[in-house]
Nanobody, 122 residues
């Protein structure tokens, strides 16, 4: 099984910064994608940023230039540095580990953290 534990959320004023961290444990394959999704009240969960184990990144247009994803493969940890935060960034942020390229196990292929609240005040 896989466990993802997020930290770093909180309340920040518009224009401020936060750094999210997510540590993965359990059965982690060397080839995977780790990322961050978010879900605001009444909205669907959306991709914020992702990064493959080969350091290829993908960002939502709404966060490009403001957010930076990084990872430490030795620690199975992914980070999300969020700068110039806006009230519309307010959401629950979920860490995601995607190992579907190497396994189809229901327990290992796609995993989610419990979520961390980010609130940006105007």
């Amino acid at each position: 099984q896989v466990r993802l534990v997020e930290s770093g959320g909180g309340l920040v004023a518009a224009g401020g910064s936060l750094r999210l961290s997510c540590v993965a444990s359990g059965t982690i394959f060397s080839i995977n994608t780790m990322g961050w999704f978010r879900q605001a009240p009444g909205k669907q969960r959306e991709l914020v940023a992702s990064m493959t184990s080969y350091d290829s990144t993908n960002y939502a247009d709404s966060v490009k230039g403001r957010f930076t994803i990084s990872r430490d493969n030795a620690k199975n940890t992914v980070y999300l540095q969020m700068n110039s935060l806006k009230p519309e960034d307010t959401a629950v942020y979920y860490c995601n580990l995607d190992q579907r390229v190497v396994t189809d196990s229901r327990l290992l292929a796609l995993s989610w953290g419990q979520g961390t609240q980010v609130t940006v005040s105007s």
